[in-house]
């Protein structure tokens, strides 16, 4: 009875494997792709582009945003570049040492040079903990950030150790995606 199960164990595993679509990591992490935020009905806003260049075991990225597209904004004694929609949609680039670098699998310090914040424009001030962390997947030909919940306040002071990055999933949380304007960024 027990190697009827193994072996319906290996042909579902084997037929799991067969419907995924394989990832060219080897081709998708040379040259340039486009970085665009999509909102909650489908629309894409290209916000800039990103420079991968493969190094050994590591990624070295360069981001480019269009910043002819973010207003200005002096929110809470402190100068912010916008997107207006909905909501005001916030870059805030990370404050503290970032290497720039990313493996195959993980995308945190990627996560840290995406980080937003949102808010009504008719709110007064900045309240940093509606920030956004954009949890990132690798597909077959692009990387997709899933928008959540992040308490911006963790950033007040610098990490103790700044090699590390400091937001880890213990600090973000799951978000009702329909109810945030841009809860998509896709590097494709």
């Avoid at 207006?84 to 970032?98: F, R, S």
């Avoid at 670098?101 to 900045?126: N, P, R, V």
């Amino acid at each position: 009875m027990y190697k009827y199960i193994i072996i319906l164990l290996a042909l579902i595993n084997a037929s799991c494997a067969k419907q995924s679509a394989p990832v060219h990591t080897d081709t998708f992490y040379q040259g340039t792709k486009q970085i665009s935020l999509l909102d909650n009905k489908g629309n894409r806003l290209s916000i800039g582009s990103i420079s991968f260049s493969s190094k050994a075991e590591t990624i070295d990225y360069q981001i480019h945003l269009k910043h002819k597209l973010f207003k200005d904004y002096f929110l809470s004694m402190k100068e912010m570049k916008c997107l207006e929609g909905p909501e005001l949609w916030c870059h805030l680039a990370y404050p503290y040492n970032n290497p720039r670098k990313i493996t195959e699998t993980d995308f945190t310090w990627l996560a840290h040079d995406l980080l937003f914040m949102y808010k009504k424009s008719s709110e007064f001030g900045a309240n940093f903990y509606n920030g956004i962390y954009y949890d990132f997947k690798l597909t077959s030909d692009k990387l997709i950030g899933t928008a959540m919940a992040l308490d911006l306040n963790l950033l007040a002071a610098p990490p103790e150790d700044q090699t590390q990055a400091p937001i880890t999933v213990h600090d973000i949380d799951e978000l009702e995606l329909t109810n945030r304007w841009l809860p998509v960024i896709e590097i494709k």
